[in-house]
């Protein structure tokens, strides 16, 4: 998981060397967390919050197919 965010997270962005995922991993529960170059951090969140809503429904659902639950914090 922590790849597949890294990667869409790197995709996104213009400093794709700034990114940075660690994951917190949990019995059931794995929290990702997302750190970009504080100007890029619109371009990861998009409009109204579109973005970053379409990389978790994407998390949610490779979460999904693993029988585990991972949720993404952005961190400024």
Do not use: F
Not at 24 to 37: F, K, Y
Not at 62 to 74: C, G, M, N, T, Y
């Amino acid at each position: 998981m922590k790849e597949l965010i890294k990667y869409i997270s790197q995709a996104l962005v213009d400093n794709p060397e700034k990114v940075e995922v660690t994951e917190v991993v949990g019995e059931q529960t794995s929290v990702i967390e997302l750190r970009v170059a504080k100007e890029d951090l619109g371009k990861v969140i998009g409009k109204q919050g579109r973005t970053a809503k379409a990389i978790r429904t994407i998390l949610s659902a490779a979460s999904a197919k693993i029988h585990k639950r991972s949720v993404l914090e952005i961190i400024e």
